[in-house]
């Protein structure tokens, strides 16, 4: 692909066609671990190498897998980056293996990393589908700690472990419950379209 393509995937992974922002896609994760920065940083990272590590191996088998049998074969090769992500972060990053538990295994059914193993690597180069694996995975991370990092500021009234606020603030401890998972994702996606339409106004 040109420069200007490796642009687009880049712009798309990241912003026009944020998995979370745009598609409202991984609903499960998004809303399930992202109660701080730290967890949203985690399950991100965790996400992207899963999509980094899938994307190549299928665009580089694409050729030999037969069309009937895709969707399994995907799962496959998802589903073993997958054990080598929760294997590792249970040796190497324990505590925060302990607070993802159950999402780190459903990796393998994120809807994100098999769109882009169906919709992308499935068709394109090695290297674009490395470009993809990685901005998509980082647009997926940048989203949940946006998320993670306004739930902790609003209901803990700290950032990353730090008090932002004198003794006098009182934070809304509903938005470290499930609940306020759901209304503040609804205010960034608020901004997130008011962001998106304004940039599309200034370059018309």
């Not at 692909?1 to 922002?21: D, P, Q, R």
């Not at 949203?40 to 899963?50: D, S």
């Not at 193993?117 to 694996?133: L, M, Q, R, T």
Request: charged fraction near 10%.
């Amino acid at each position: 692909m040109s420069a200007t393509s490796t642009k687009e995937i880049i712009v798309n992974g990241l912003w026009k066609n944020n998995n979370i922002f745009v598609q409202l896609l991984g609903m499960c994760p998004t809303l399930g671990v992202s109660t701080s920065v730290e967890n949203g940083i985690g399950m991100g990272l965790a996400t992207t190498a899963v999509l980094l590590g899938s994307n190549v191996v299928i665009s580089m088998l694409r050729k030999f897998i037969p069309n009937d049998v895709r969707i399994p074969a995907f799962i496959i090769v998802i589903a073993a980056f997958v054990t080598i992500i929760d294997l590792s972060m249970n040796a190497f990053w324990h505590d925060l293996h302990k607070v993802l538990g159950i999402f780190i295994p459903l990796i393998v059914v994120n809807c994100v990393i098999l769109g882009r193993a169906e919709a992308f690597a499935s068709k394109n180069s090695v290297w674009d589908s490395i470009i993809d694996g990685i901005f998509t995975g980082l647009g997926f991370t940048l989203a949940l700690v946006v998320l993670g990092g306004t739930r902790e500021i609003l209901g803990a009234g700290q950032l990353m472990g730090h008090e932002l606020f004198s003794a006098d603030f009182h934070p809304a401890l509903a938005f470290i419950l499930p609940p306020g998972a759901f209304i503040a994702l609804g205010f960034i996606l608020m901004i997130y379209k008011w962001l998106d339409q304004k940039g599309a106004s200034s370059k018309a």
